[in-house]
């Protein structure tokens, strides 16, 4: 049986493609999820990935994780920059998670800098667009074979 892996995508990621194409590309939410559920095949992966504008939202799927999934890749989005909920969720889970950004945001606005998620996370990728999912599951994916 492939593991499960739970992806999880912050606030106004569902508006990929649609606005900052320049930024995001042109691709849409579907367009990604179709994307990560490709690469988690690749991997001997099974993914479900889901998307939410609300904090406590993110934080509920990540409490249910204990137990069901195999590990988790996260982009908080917004909430990167702002909420210790998140981090003290990825922390309390303790499942393996890696941490992705669409853009560099080491190269963006100063409070796109920092991250409250990182150090809860085994990884964070950045700039990568779509590609920093499917690495994000192939760190897992070598993770998960080593425990
Ligand atoms: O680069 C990333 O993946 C981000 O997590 C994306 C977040 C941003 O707040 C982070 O600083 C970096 C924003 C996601 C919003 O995506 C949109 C896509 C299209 C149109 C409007 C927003």
Known sequence: MPKKILVLNGPNL??????????????????????????????????????SNHEGVLVDWIQAADGEFAGIVINPAAYTHTSVAILDALKAVALPAVEVHLSAIETREKFRQHSYISPACLATITGHGFAGYDEALALLAAKLVTN
Do not use: M, S
Not at 21 to 44: F, K, M, S
């Open 14 to 51: 569902n508006l990929l493609g649609r606005r900052e194409p320049e930024i995001y590309g042109r691709a849409t939410y579907a367009d990604l999820e179709r994307e990560i559920h490709a690469a988690a095949a690749r991997w001997r992966l099974a993914a479900t990935v889901k998307q």
